[in-house]
């Protein structure tokens, strides 16, 4: 699963990276967490522009009956994504991009977990494949939601985690973000784990546990002897 995250650039290099347009409203993020509001990233249904919004992460369809749900679905299995009645019609209609830099996991060592960050070998910005929904609460409101996609680890992740985000293409957001294009077939493709020798990881300290930290040290890389002492 991909359940913490960051996204550590100021919001005019997103804007740049996605080829954003509009105005685009992001302060350094270092310890994202479900249900807090994400950066995301999709194309009008009317022309092809790239648009930014910010959206509670963990998709409520928008047949759900209650909120609750969206804290069960912050991720969508690759394999089973265009599939499932939650996520169906979201991955059909309303794909997205999930801006980030890094995202961590946990390894177990004995009886602790040691988080592990990782990212692109040369610190670029990335993008999740993602889906989003819309859904109306009880006062009326629409809230919009988002799930990130998850698929199998590769070399990299493998003996931390059995699962790992889906880190999308630059070559292929045009497509992913086209509600017009509808290949099943094609857009699962997409959904394969991202080549780790152009990736990187390293241990960083247990403060990333802790949600409410949320600065710079979350993502610092640990020195060794502290993870083997």
């Known amino acids: 699963m991909c359940g913490r995250y960051r996204l550590s650039r100021a919001d005019k290099y997103v804007a740049e990276h996605f080829d954003i347009a509009d105005e685009v409203e992001w302060s350094p993020r270092f310890n994202i967490a479900p249900a807090q509001r994400v950066a995301v990233v999709r194309q009008s249904p009317e022309r092809p522009v790239r648009q930014f919004s910010a959206m509670r992460w963990g998709l409520i369809p928008f047949w759900a009956k209650d909120a609750s749900v969206g804290y069960k679905m912050i991720n969508a299995r690759a394999e089973t994504v265009a599939d499932k009645p939650a996520y169906r019609e979201s991955f059909k209609n309303r794909r997205c991009l999930i801006p980030a830099d890094g995202f961590y996991e946990w390894k177990r060592e004995g009886k602790t977990k040691q988080p592990y960050h990782f990212g692109m070998a040369d610190d670029s910005i990335f993008a999740f494949a993602g889906i989003w929904d819309r859904w109306k609460n009880p006062q009326g409101e629409m809230i919009e939601t988002c799930s ?24 292929n957001y045009d497509l992913w973000l086209d509600p017009a294009f509808k290949n099943a077939h094609d857009l699962r493709e997409m959904l394969r784990p991202y080549e780790p020798m152009l990736m990187k990881r390293y241990p960083v300290s247990t403060r990333v546990n802790l949600v409410k930290n949320d600065d710079p040290e979350c993502a610092a890389e640990l020195k060794q002897e502290s993870v083997t002492a």
């Not at 070399?155 to 985000?165: E, F, G, K, T």
């Open 148 to 171: 990130i996609i998850t698929t199998t680890p590769n070399a990299l992740l493998l003996d931390v985690h059995d699962r790992m985000p889906v880190i999308l293409h630059v070559d």
